[in-house]
């Protein structure tokens, strides 16, 4: 597993007014789709490319471009939705698939309730989105999943992650397959509830209201 923080200066002013209670939801979605799309800048960095001859102005050159098959983008729903419009500007030939799962608040694990997903992802760049990654269940599950499918190439992007969490994860998907998560920030600790301390509190809730 491998773990890439993003350092800098915008990444940190975006989490800053994320982080504040008083920041409205509309703001707060806004900022979402912004950060996610720097995050989305680094998660991308090893996408796979393949050659393309193409004629300029003045000449022909060989360029780049993203390897079929295209790469798959999953939002973690709910909160993960707020993620995938910052995503898919920077991959917007990626495929879009859906995970639901939400944390059981007596066990604290991860309940599948839905799934639009391909099954076969042989091949494919799978990129996970979950802004938090907080006991590591969650992500831990859905990682789980898309192996089951085929994937060898799983990249989580996450607004915060917790040290919990991450060892979580780590001795789970242990050596199995290539994984890289992406985060704004590594925050202290979790709470006895199981929320991330500083956090920015419940991310669904703050992207969609309590429903």
């Not at 890439?4 to 979605?29: G, Y």
């Not at 390897?67 to 910052?86: C, F, K, Q, T």
């Not at 989105?129 to 789980?144: E, F, H, S, Y």
Request: aromatic residues 4%; charged residues 25%; glycine residues 8%.
């Amino acid at each position: 597993m491998r773990l890439h923080v993003a350092d800098h200066p915008l990444v940190d002013h975006k989490l800053t007014v994320l982080r504040d209670e008083n920041t409205p939801s509309a703001t707060f979605r806004l900022l979402v789709d912004e950060l996610v799309t720097l995050l989305a800048y680094e998660a991308t960095r090893h996408v796979r490319t393949e050659p393309k001859e193409i004629r300029t102005p003045v000449t022909t050159t060989t360029g780049v471009r993203l390897s079929d098959p295209s790469p798959i983008v999953i939002p973690i729903l709910r909160a993960g939705l707020g993620m995938l419009e910052g995503m898919t500007r920077m991959i917007p030939t990626a495929e879009v698939g859906f995970l639901g799962l939400q944390r059981d608040e007596t066990t604290y694990e991860a309940v599948t309730y839905a799934n639009r997903l391909p099954d076969d992802l042989t091949d494919r760049q799978v990129f996970l989105l979950d802004p938090m990654l907080a006991t590591g269940g969650t992500l831990v599950a859905a990682i789980d999943y898309v192996l089951e499918r085929g994937a060898r190439d799983v990249t989580a992007v996450c607004l915060l992650a917790t040290p919990e969490g991450l060892k979580v994860l780590e001795e789970s998907i242990g050596e199995r397959v290539d994984v890289q998560i992406v985060v704004a920030a590594v925050d202290e600790r979790l709470n006895d509830q199981k929320y991330i301390v500083p956090g920015l509190g419940d991310a669904g809730d703050r992207l969609y209201g309590i429903v």
